[in-house]
């Protein structure tokens, strides 16, 4: 079935960028998401892409789609503290019944 | 305000005693799932319902029931809950099978 992959950690300095990076397994993945989940909370949609894109700007964010290798990043511009969470990636399965949750990525940033 | 509620937030509980955990949102959505988050694992769908009447398994459904006897609610029910049930639940909604999924506050369940 459909696999996501994702780095379990990142960590950056306060002003830096961030990127975290997701790699799938269905080629025919059609809706890829972001999600950001703060410590005790639940779950913020941060951005999606369909794959008809290549790149999707959201001020601070960018999603880049290579479709060619099945790799997703976001890409966060000059990081905060607040954004210190975990970010899933995620794809919409075929039949269109399930998001596919990659294991999350831990987000630290220092000031 | 558009949104997906849980009740309860928080839930101890003991090996064996049913429960339910329900869920309810007010966007006129067909597409309403369960999902668990457990640590090292991410989320994975238990059941989701496509309509009225129309439930089906996902990835773990295993020791999990729902219905969905109107279109706003989509409770999880727990007959004999048990410690590997331990999680956190999300129940997410949309409108059709490609819009965006909108989750719940989670709802944290400690089986004893």
């Known amino acids: 079935g459909e696999d996501v992959e994702q780095s379990l950690f990142l960590s950056v300095r306060e002003g830096d960028s961030s990127v975290i990076n997701c790699t799938y397994t269905?080629?025919?993945?059609?809706?890829l998401y972001w999600y950001k989940q703060e410590p005790g909370a639940g779950l913020q949609l941060l951005t999606y892409?369909?794959?008809?894109?290549d790149m999707k700007q959201d001020q601070r964010l960018t999603v880049l789609l290579n479709k060619k290798d099945k790799h997703l990043s976001l890409r966060i511009a000059d990081t905060q503290t607040g954004d210190s969470a975990i970010y899933f990636c995620?794809?919409?399965?075929?039949?269109?019944?399930?998001?596919?949750f990659g294991k999350g990525t831990t987000l630290s940033v220092s000031s | 305000e558009a949104q997906v509620t849980q009740n309860p937030r928080y839930l101890i509980t003991v090996t064996g005693k049913k429960l339910t955990v329900t869920c309810s949102q007010n966007?006129?959505?067909?597409?309403m799932s369960w999902y668990r988050q457990d640590p090292g694992l991410g989320l994975r769908q238990i059941y989701y319902?496509?309509?009225?009447?129309?439930?089906d398994k996902g990835d773990v459904p295993e020791g999990y029931k729902v219905s969905r006897k109107e279109k706003r609610n989509f409770p999880l029910i727990l007959e004999s809950p048990s410690p590997n049930q331990t999680s956190l639940y999300f129940c997410?909604?949309?409108?059709?099978?490609?819009?965006?999924?909108?989750f719940g506050p989670g709802t944290r369940l400690l089986v004893l």
């Open positions: 997410a909604s949309r409108q059709g099978a490609r819009e965006t999924q909108y």
């Open positions: 269905d080629s025919s993945s059609t809706y």
């Open positions: 892409i369909f794959s008809n894109m």
């Open positions: 995620a794809v919409l399965n075929q039949a269109g019944t399930a998001l596919i």
């Open positions: 966007m006129n959505h067909e597409y």
């Open positions: 319902s496509m309509n009225v009447e129309v439930t």
